[in-house]
């Protein structure tokens, strides 16, 4: 069945994934919570364990041939990322070990050598927490004001306030999709109007990174985040990308090896970035992972993976509308071009924790509580949600498998 895009990946893909090929409580799994972390291709394991069988060394250190190898494979990773984000030079990728570790890095790094009395911070009101709690910490300790974007009642920021909430602000922060309502925020609008302000912009691309084509000069973004385990890749890894201007001018985040030129006895010098920003030993197969993931995602096309997930969530949206109705509500914007393919749902009076239980039951794989974005919640009204969220490897099975499943929770919980 085709369903304008939804089914043009998923029944390919799907035999890329070892996991998916598993069932669960006798039943195939239906993984629908990629949105949380997403499942790894063969040709993600197999260059993880080719580095651990056949290179296995430490980088930057060793002059013998594997140590240079795995330097080598390593920054071919880093080198793969920066052209997969359009960044200017592969100098502006800082490795961390995942988006909240990139972002708490600008926050302390960037944030604890500018901001101060006096200052503002613009967050959204449907930030994950790893965008918003780096902030109050800092806050705190700084005692510049945080301010907030609110969110409208079609699951869209509510910009109408913009100006005077970037007045006097030094930087923005903004998911580039929520990670519960799937809306896809107009980021280089927000980059614009920060920067006419004096303000610096700091992306959550989590959720975005994954899904869509990402070029992170055409977003006007001053720092952006991402993390490998929800673009195909290993946990463990993420991504800072920075202009170079500002990582040469920020302090090091962390102390120790690898991100120094020379220690004395009265001082440091800092290494060039980015290796100021990474001291210690990095995670150098999940590195390596990540950049398997990279090209894995190349090779289906970000266009493709983009076309693939509008198709097939207009498909879901159709689909359990069509099942159940005012009884099951989506939370978030209508129209499938303007979100992705994350589903929060609040499904009759059954709670969230239960009905994912249900689901679990028939093999479905879902997200239940609040998705680390309790201020979203409270401005939605609801405890928490069930979250499905699509990826390559779905496809309308998996949505029909789930409208089936939510049926059999009805009964379950029928009166």
């Known amino acids: 069945m085709s369903v304008g895009g939804g089914d ?17 409580r006798g039943r195939p799994i239906v993984y629908l919570d990629s ?8 040709s993600v394991l197999d260059a993880m364990n080719s580095y651990y069988e ?17 330097t080598e494979a390593m920054e071919a990773a880093r080198t793969a990322v920066a052209r997969f984000v359009n960044a200017p030079s592969a100098d502006e990728i800082v490795f961390t070990k995942n988006v909240t570790e990139a ?12 901001l101060g009395p006096g200052d503002a911070v613009v967050v959204t009101e449907m930030e994950h927490h790893a965008n918003i709690v780096p902030w109050h910490i800092m806050a705190a300790e700084k005692g510049f004001e945080l301010r907030w974007i609110g969110v409208g009642p079609d699951g869209q920021l509510d910009l109408s306030d913009l100006d005077r909430l970037l007045d006097g ?35 959550d691309a989590a959720q975005y990174v994954p899904h869509l084509p990402t070029d992170v000069q055409a977003l006007g973004a001053d720092f952006l985040g991402f ?3 929800k673009m195909c890749g290993p946990t463990g890894i993420g991504v800072l990308w ?30 060039h970035i ?25 090779g289906l096309g970000m266009d493709r993976v983009r076309e693939h997930e509008v198709g097939l969530t207009a498909y879901a949206l159709r689909t359990l509308q069509d099942r159940y109705g005012p009884e099951l509500a989506v939370h978030g914007p209508s129209e499938p071009a303007c979100r992705g393919g994350v589903l929060s749902m609040s499904f009759r009076d059954i709670h969230p924790h239960d009905l994912s239980q249900v689901l679990d039951d028939r093999g479905v794989c879902v997200r239940a509580g609040h998705h680390c974005a309790k201020p979203l919640m409270r401005h939605l009204g609801v405890p928490a949600t069930t979250r499905a969220s699509l990826y390559v490897y779905n496809d309308t099975a998996d949505v029909d498998a789930l409208a089936d499943a939510l049926g059999a929770a009805g009964e379950f919980f029928a009166p």
Do not use: C
């Open 242 to 271: 920075a202009r170079a201007e500002l990582l040469e001018a920020m302090p090091p985040f962390l102390g120790g090896g690898e991100m120094i030129l020379d220690v004395r006895k009265d001082g440091f010098l800092p290494n």
């Open 35 to 42: 949105a949380a972390s997403s499942q790894k291709p063969r």
């Open 227 to 229: 993390t490998g385990h």
């Open 103 to 114: 972002i708490n890095l600008v926050a302390r790094s960037w944030g604890g050598a500018n």
């Open 54 to 70: 056949t290179i296995n060394a430490n980088v930057h250190r060793g002059a013998y041939e594997i140590a240079a190898q795995a």
């Open 8 to 24: 043009r990946l998923g029944p390919q893909t799907k035999a890329h994934f070892p996991l998916l090929g598993r069932q669960v």
């Open 274 to 298: 980015p290796h100021k920003f990474e001291a210690g030993t990095p995670p150098i197969a999940e590195i390596v992972g990540l950049g398997a993931a990279v090209r894995y995602l190349d």
């Open 169 to 203: 602000a030094k930087l923005l922060g903004v998911t580039a999709m929520s990670n519960v309502l799937g809306t896809l925020n107009p980021v280089r609008r927000l980059a614009d109007a920060a920067h006419d302000a004096g303000a610096l912009v700091l992306v």
